[in-house]
């Protein structure tokens, strides 16, 4: 990704030449690169300097158009006969008054066609230059920087000093002076600070969002940063002397880039209906997690990490609790606060640099100066005092270091600077040094705090700190806090959905959601999802007095008639596919024709009919996520053991073999406690209730069976065998109900039933292992577990 480039960023780049027939061939060959806006200025020992451009005056332009006007004027009185009806005068005034309006036409036309450099420009440069020099000037963008430097150092006799002056910067150099950060506070004070601020804030959703939206204020730090970013790059083109900082945005320009384009592609398009926002003060309309973010970065100097974020929100949370929305949309307004902490660190350091060529100039004209006498240092010094009569502290220190030992410039020079600066130069100098040293804290505490936020695990972090979360695992079932994320999350967007719609908070709907719960006297029923996202959701709607929009009542309509709607739609969609062009023919058909081409259509009207109605069903009704629990962390839990069976066929040894082997894989990826592994077998089906390799095979899988479990620990590994009956349906012997029927015996087994065909089902393995097994996973013979996945 490159930043976009932003119109208008010129670049006046300079090459100071001791030759002027050089100079000016290198003019030339500026015309000739087609850099329309070039000029060289000469100076001569005693005379003033003269500046010589490419193309036509605006002098030249009117003196040529003024002859034409004359010429148009006299041919048009000529040709009507009336020259000779006029007095001398009055012809005089007449051809004047042609020759003016021609004139002042191919003036103005010559000023706005003609491509030149800015004037301003011309008469700084033609202020600063000394004697015997020439000096060339291309006004280019700054994309054009460096083919401009290769003509101006493409001479053999001499090589050129090369500057370059920038165009003003588009941005307020008051709105970046913010992020620099001297101290760095305690993790009390910061809890102490994000108490206080808590209290200090309030909200309502009623107040009107105020201030450029999210993707605006992003819009605008890219455009600062690829202005900075272009600008250093032009530098660096030019073998500028670089500061640290400098060094380091140009250096991480990839990890901006990254940064910038994750958060346009992450950002929704609207954000403040969606989030609380601050009810009253400056700030009065704005989100409060965003304020609430950049007081975070600011508090924490801009480096941020995982701990710090989760001491800042528990503090402010003890006060006031965030909603889900806001938690969610922390890590967005962190980023979007660090890309503008970014933004001001940038401006500052383009600022340097600039005054730092600046002041490699400035040190070149007055070291010439010297060269030349006294009164021209001097004429040079008020020369820089016009432009600079009020010098910064890093332009005069980056002066002093070039001026080091020239000891005729630099007694004037540092009075001039101590006057303007009210301080002593050495002084002001170690200030601008420490000032340096805190900007490159800041900037790599920033850089780093971006590459930080990036990597954190933010669903797991969310968990940890959210105040709905902790409510929620209050759940009277204690099922709650066994959920996935991802049910969990569904959980969590109801209460979110029950409280916009009801005008209440979310936690009166979570207290509402657990009172029910405690109330209830059926075991699902004790269960907090159960009013969040399954049959007792309505309960809880009516119990806050929301008012379900006509949208979600309608999806839940479509949901509760689904069969009845998607049939109904493909007939009718079908119907109307095939009955429109036969009602436009039907008149010019006979009815037997138009049967045959009604069936003939049947088949395609059905086929689009399904592609249709599919695609407005998934657009309508979104995919929902089925509710599941995950012992990732803490792993299965006694009251939750487990039993993972592969249904298979006992066909030969070599495949009984292989199927043990996978087994045992299955098993090295899952070694929970409280998860055993089962081979549910059947034989091949068969002529007879038995066959002569029946014997051998389960030898063979039983052995097996034994061998896990002497090299992994008794009690982990299991058999499940039972014999052939006969089918009418197949007329061969076979296992009953095939694979379905396996698993039918295996949970009758489980729950401990007798029957006589369970008897001897379990032919390996510790029966009383099998005891108070909750969940059978079913996995095929040819389907792996990978690592951990049984925990999910």
């Not at 050089?22 to 003019?27: E, R, W, Y």
């Not at 601050?278 to 997690?289: C, D, F, N, T």
């Amino acid at each position: 990704m490159r930043f976009r480039r932003r119109e208008g960023d010129r670049v006046l780049v300079v090459g100071i030449f001791q030759s002027p027939g050089i100079g000016q061939a290198v003019l030339k060959n500026l015309h000739r690169a087609r850099f329309r806006r070039a000029a060289a200025i000469h100076a001569s020992t005693g005379g003033r300097p003269r500046v010589e451009e490419y193309g036509v005056s605006a002098i030249d332009g009117a003196t040529a158009a003024l002859a034409v006007g004359l010429a148009i004027g006299a041919f048009t009185l000529w040709q009507r006969g009336i020259l000779a009806d006029f007095r001398p005068g009055m012809l005089a005034l007449l051809l004047t008054a042609f020759a003016l309006a021609g004139a002042l036409s191919g003036w103005i036309l010559v000023r706005l066609l003609r491509e030149h450099v800015d004037e301003t420009w011309l008469a700084r440069c033609a202020s600063a230059i000394l004697p015997d020099e020439t000096l060339v000037m291309a006004e280019v963008e700054a994309s054009e920087t460096a083919r401009v430097l290769v003509i101006l150092g493409d001479v053999e006799a001499e090589a050129p000093l090369t500057f370059a002056f920038r165009s003003p910067r588009p941005f307020s150099v008051e709105s970046s002076t913010r992020p620099l950060w001297e101290e760095r506070p305690s993790i009390q004070h910061l809890s102490e600070n994000a108490a206080q601020l808590a209290g200090s804030i309030s909200v309502s959703r009623e107040a009107q969002p105020r201030g450029q939206s999210f993707l605006r204020r992003l819009r605008e730090v890219e455009g600062a940063l690829e202005w900075a970013n272009t600008r250093l790059t032009m530098s660096a083109k030019m073998h500028h002397a670089f500061t640290l900082s400098a060094e380091w945005l140009l250096d991480n320009a990839y990890l901006i880039r990254e940064q910038v384009t994750d958060l346009r592609r992450s950002l929704p398009q609207k954000y403040y209906g969606e989030l609380p926002l601050i009810a009253s003060g400056p700030e009065a309309g704005l989100p409060r997690v965003y304020r609430v973010a950049s007081e975070m970065v600011s508090e924490s100097c801009g480096e941020l990490g995982p701990e710090i974020i989760r001491k800042f929100l528990v503090a402010f949370q003890a006060v006031t609790p965030l909603d889900i929305g806001e938690l969610w949309a922390l890590p967005l307004m962190l980023r979007l606060q660090l890309l503008e902490c970014l933004r001001a660190l940038a401006i500052q350091v383009e600022q340097q640099q600039s005054q730092s060529e600046e002041a490699d100039f400035w040190a070149n004209r007055l070291i010439t100066a010297v060269r030349h006498s006294s009164p021209r240092l001097l004429k040079m010094l008020e020369e820089l005092m016009e432009r600079h009569p009020e010098p910064t502290a890093h332009f005069a220190s980056e002066l002093m270091v070039h001026l080091h030992d020239e000891e005729a410039a630099l007694p004037v020079v540092s009075g001039w600077l101590e006057r303007s600066l009210r301080a002593p130069l050495l002084e002001v100098m170690q200030q601008e040094h420490r000032r340096q040293a805190v900007q490159q804290t800041a900037l790599a505490d920033v850089i780093n705090s971006c590459r930080l936020i990036a990597q954190i695990a933010w669903p797991e972090f969310f968990e940890s700190i959210s105040w709905a979360e902790s409510e929620l695992a209050a759940d009277p079932a204690g099922v709650y806090a066994r959920l996935d994320f991802e049910t969990g999350d569904r959980c969590r967007t109801a209460v979110e959905e029950i409280a916009r719609w009801s005008k209440r908070s979310e936690q009166e709907i979570i207290d509402q959601a657990l009172a029910l719960a405690e109330a209830a006297e059926d075991e699902v029923a004790r269960h907090v999802g159960y009013y969040l996202i399954d049959a007792g959701r309505r309960a809880l709607e009516r119990a806050s007095g929301a008012r379900v929009p006509l949208a979600e009542r309608s999806r839940r309509w479509l949901r509760a008639h689904a069969a009845g709607v998607y049939f109904g739609s493909l007939l009718v969609l079908a119907v109307t596919i095939v009955g429109a062009p036969l009602l436009f023919i039907a008149g010019a058909v006979p009815g037997v024709t138009l049967g045959l081409l009604g069936l003939l259509l049947l088949l395609p009207a059905s086929e689009l009919a399904v592609l249709v109605v599919n695609y407005f069903v998934t657009s309508i009704l979104p995919p929902q996520v089925l509710p599941k629990m995950s012992f990732k962390k803490e792993g299965i839990p006694n009251d939750c053991r487990t039993v993972v069976v592969v249904p298979t066929l006992l066909t030969t040894p070599d495949a009984i073999q292989s199927e043990l082997n996978r087994l045992e894989i299955r098993y090295l990826g899952n070694t929970d406690a409280n998860l055993r592994f089962s081979l549910l077998t059947d034989f091949a089906d068969a002529p007879r209730q038995s066959m002569p390799e029946d014997k051998e095979y389960i030898d063979i899988v039983a052995r097996g069976i034994e061998e896990l479990n002497r090299r992994h620990g008794a009690g982990r590994f299991f058999l499940f065998h039972r014999g052939r009956s006969w089918s009418e349906s197949e007329q061969r012997w076979i296992g009953w109900e095939r694979k379905r029927g396996k698993l039918e015996q295996l949970n009758r087994f489980l729950i401990g039933e007798s029957a006589p065909e369970l008897e001897g089902f379990l032919c390996a393995g510790d029966r009383n292992q099998l005891e108070s097994i909750r969940f059978v996973i079913t996995l095929d013979a040819d389907t792996q577990l990978l690592r951990g996945t049984a925990r999910r």
